[in-house]
Nanobody
């Protein structure tokens, strides 16, 4: 059974930083793309960032470009999202996703999410 488990969410003041992690079990994602998405209260889920399986190419939503960094550790079967200069509008549940079926926004496997709250 494949599981993706996010961690690292929490409450942070505007301008602060958080690092999210997503650890996978049940299969290796070393050759697959990863993605991060978020869903704010009352809004639809939106794409945040993605990293390719080969070459480690990255892709970001305009709203987070320059502030967020996605990275991966294949040995740990884990993807990360470093979030800097956080804004209140970044408040959302953040989801990781593995194995892109349509790069960079559609994925086969999903985590349950971790809540990030940014206070003003």
């Amino acid at each position: 059974q494949v599981q993706l488990v996010e961690s690292g969410g929490g409450l942070v003041q505007a301008g602060g930083s958080l690092r999210l992690s997503c650890a996978a079990s049940g299969r290796s994602f070393s050759g697959n793309a990863w993605g991060w998405f978020r869903q704010a209260p009352g809004k639809e889920r939106e794409f945040v960032a993605a990293i390719s399986g080969v070459g480690g190419n990255t892709y970001y939503a305009d709203s987070v470009k320059g502030r967020f960094t996605i990275s991966r550790d294949n040995a740990k079967n884990t993807v990360y999202l470093q979030m800097n200069s956080l804004k209140p509008e970044d408040t959302a549940v953040y989801f990781c996703a593995g194995r892109a079926t349509k790069w960079p926004t559609e994925y086969e496997y999903w985590g349950q999410g971790t809540l990030v709250t940014v206070s003003s």
